[in-house]
């Protein structure tokens, strides 16, 4: 079975352009989330969400931050404009959002530099 | 706020040996918590699950223990082998609102020698 798809792996950008990172969720799955990882701060959880509607973003660092999901299969975050202290590696991952907790299973991440 | 933590950031073993990496939580109204292996290069990696209705779960060569009454949860892995060797993750959910929201603790490394 196909895991959570991240793409691109990797991205190096300058300061000041545009990135947009991608997420295609387990089939199924009807939550999403968006995570960063630095070795400063961990794993830090951006937004998620849920059936595709934002539940919570308070994450988000700020507004140069904006995530979408457009579909249960596709969620987007992009970065405008990035700035060097963005660069880390951001993680997708997805779960079945029933009555119970489950687990949520990620995607390989997309290591970002921004220069 | 509250955030899970670990008590050591590093643990050293030998192949065959057990593993037991330790966890401390502060939120006493964490309803689920999990546990993620995570190896250079890739994703978070699910091991085990466990709900606060339960004090101890086990799969297959892992077993999860929670102490509700300490806030503690542990992650023990048998006969460690080398492939274990990677950094390990408790995670929490406080429930009610915060349904489907995880906090991470900072993570253990876990190194096995051959």
């Known amino acids: 079975d196909a895991g959570v798809i991240q793409s691109p792996r990797h991205e190096v950008t300058e300061m000041g352009q545009e990135v947009t990172l991608r997420c295609k969720p387990i089939?199924?799955?009807?939550?999403l989330f968006w995570y960063r990882q630095t070795m400063m701060r961990g794993l830090e959880l951006l937004i998620y969400?849920?059936?595709?509607?934002?539940?919570?973003d308070s994450g988000m660092p700020e507004d140069r931050f904006s995530a979408k999901m457009p579909n249960a299969s596709f969620s987007t975050l992009k970065i405008q404009p990035s700035e060097p202290r963005d660069s880390a590696v951001y993680f997708c991952?997805?779960?079945?959002?029933?009555?119970?907790?489950?687990?949520?299973?990620f995607g390989d991440g997309t290591r970002l530099s921004i220069l | 706020g509250e955030s899970v933590g670990l008590h050591l950031p590093t643990l050293s073993v030998q192949e065959g040996d057990n593993s037991i990496i330790n966890c401390a939580y502060s939120?006493?109204?964490?309803?689920?918590f999990i546990w993620y292996k995570q190896e250079s290069g890739k994703g978070p990696q699910f091991i085990i699950d466990?709900?606060?209705?339960?004090d101890k779960r086990q799969g297959q060569r892992v077993t999860v223990l929670l102490n509700k009454t300490v806030k503690h949860l542990s992650l023990q892995i048998a006969a460690t082998q080398p492939g274990d060797s990677a950094v390990y993750f408790c995670?929490?959910?406080?429930?009610?609102?915060?349904?489907?929201?995880?906090?991470f603790g900072q993570g253990t490394i876990l190194t096995v020698h051959p």
């Open positions: 991952a997805s779960s079945f959002g029933g009555q119970l907790n489950q687990p949520q299973h």
């Open positions: 089939s199924g799955h009807n939550s």
């Open positions: 969400f849920n059936n595709n509607v934002p539940i919570d």
């Open positions: 939120n006493s109204a964490s309803d689920y």
């Open positions: 466990i709900r606060s209705n339960m």
């Open positions: 995670a929490e959910n406080a429930g009610g609102t915060s349904y489907g929201k995880l906090t």
